[in-house]
C-alpha cells in the first residue's frame, strides 16, 4: 500500500474537500483537544481504575471485609453496633449487615471526637476488626480523583467543561474522519510510526471505535456535574419533595434529605424523608396507591366516668426489629439502614445493586415498623429509568464482566486517541508556533459553526461560555494575521 503521501499532498487532499468547511470544524476540533486532552486521560485512567472497585477493596480491604464463617449464628444487629460504638464512642448514624456468610457488617459512627468512621465487626463474635475514614476506602478515593472532589468546586466545573467539548470533539471528529471517496486511513492506517500520515490515521480509527463510547460516557457522565448535574436533578427531581416523576408521596415529609446520611443513587439525591408517628391520621396511600393503617386504632378506655387515661408515648422499634422489618421485606443483600434522625425520623433502608431491578429505598415509620415509602426502579418515571440505566452502564455495573471489558477496552482507546493526537499535533506544528489549523478564507462560516456549537453550549452553560471565551482568544490572537493555506 502507498505510504509515500506528504504534509502537502495530505492538505492537499482537504482542499478539495470543502476547503472552508473543512477548516472551521478542524479549528473547532483542534481546539477541544487542546483543552480537553489532559484531563480526558485523567478521566480515562481513574475511570478504568474505578470500573474495578469492588475487586480493588477487596484487595486493599480483604481483613476489614471478609470474616471466616462460623459454625453458631451471627450475632444480632444491635449486638454488633453496640461492639463498634464501644470500641469508638459515638453515634450510630448508619448500619450495613453482612452481605453474605463471609462478610463483616459496617457501623457508620459519628464519634465524639467529630470524625464518622465506617468501623468494621466481625458478626459471629462481635469484634472491631478496624476503621476507614467515611467514605475512604482506596476505590471511593479513585471516584473522588476521577471527578475532582478533592479539588474543589471550580475544578469540577473544568471536568464538566472537558466532557461537554469531548462531546464536540466526537460531533467535529466524526466529520474530519468521513471518507468522501477516500479509502486510505478510514478503517486502516498507513505509514509508519516515523510518518505523520501514520498517527493521523490511528488517531482516525481509534475515534472511530471508541468515538461512540466516548460520547456515551460524556453524556452519563453529565448528571454528576457540579452545575448542570445539579440543574438537571433538581428539575427531575424538585417535585414530589424530591422524587422522581412516577413515584408517589402520600405521607408527611421532613426536610431532610436521604443524602443526608448516604450516597444514594442519583435519581434521589434531593429526595426528603418522610415522618414517623403519623399513623393517628386519617392513614396513608402505600406505594402502590391503596389507603391502610398500621392497625392500630386509637382509643380511650374509659372506667364507668373516670377521666380519661393519656396513652403512654410511643416507644421506637429496635435495630434487630428494623433490619428484620426490611428482611422480611426483601430487600437485596448489602442493603445499608440510614438510623432516625429525631423524634419524627425513620428507618431507610436502601440498596442500590448491579442489577437495577434490585435497587430500592424503603422508609420505615421508626415506631409501627410500617413501610411509609417504598420505591424500586420500576416506580420512577422513564426519565428517571434512563438517566439510572445510563448512569448504571457508565459505572460498570449493569451487564457484569461484559461491561467492565467494555469500558476498560474504551478506556485504553481513549488514552490512545490522545497520545496519537498528541504526536500528531507535534509532527505537524511549526517550529516555534502553536500551529492551529488555518482559518477559513470565508470569515462567516467560522461564525457560522461557532454558533451551531453555541447551540449545544446554551444547553450547557459552562460549555457554551467557555466557548464563547475560546472564540474571542482566537480572534484577539489570529484576526489580523491571514494563514497561509
Known sequence: MTTSLTHNGLRAERERRSPDLYRAVWRWHFYAGLLVLPFLIWLAVTGGLYVFKNQIDGFFHQRLLTVAQAATPARAPTELAAAA?????????????????????????????????????????????G???????????????????????????????????????????IYLWWPRG???GVVSVRGTPAK???????????GLGVGGMLLFLSITGMPWSVLWGNQINQWANGHNYGYPAGVRVQVPMSDMKLADGETPAWSLQQARLPESGHEEHEGHEDHDGHSGHDGHEGHMAHAGHAAPQMPAPPSALSLDQAVAAFDRLGLAPGYAVQMPRG????????????DLSRQRVVHLDQYSGKPLLDMSYADYGPMGRALEWGINVHLGMEWGVFNQALLVVTCLGIVLLCASAAVMWWKRRPAGRLGVPPQPANRKLQAGV????????????LVGASMLVMALLDWLAFARRVQPA
Open 196 to 206: 505523520r500520515l501514520f498517527w493521523r490515521d490511528l488517531h482516525a480509527v481509534t
Open 450 to 461: 461557532l454558533a451551531l456549537l453555541l447551540v449545544g453550549g446554551a444547553l450547557f452553560p
Open 343 to 354: 423524634a419524627q425520623g425513620v428507618y431507610s433502608g436502601s440498596v442500590y445493586p448491579g
Open 182 to 184: 477516500r479509502s486510505g
Open 131 to 173: 476503621t476507614l475514614p467515611d467514605g475512604g476506602s482506596v476505590a471511593w478515593t479513585i471516584r473522588k480523583l476521577h471527578s475532582l472532589k478533592y479539588f474543589g468546586p471550580v475544578a469540577r466545573g473544568a471536568i464538566e467543561i472537558a466532557a461537554g467539548w469531548a462531546i464536540l470533539l466526537v460531533l467535529t471528529g
Open 85 to 129: 460504638l464501644a470500641a469508638h464512642p459515638g453515634t450510630l448514624v448508619k448500619y450495613t449487615p453482612p452481605a453474605s456468610a463471609t462478610r463483616s457488617a459496617e457501623a457508620l459512627v459519628a464519634t465524639t471526637a467529630g470524625e464518622r468512621l465506617a468501623v468494621f465487626v466481625d458478626p459471629y463474635r462481635a469484634q472491631v476488626l
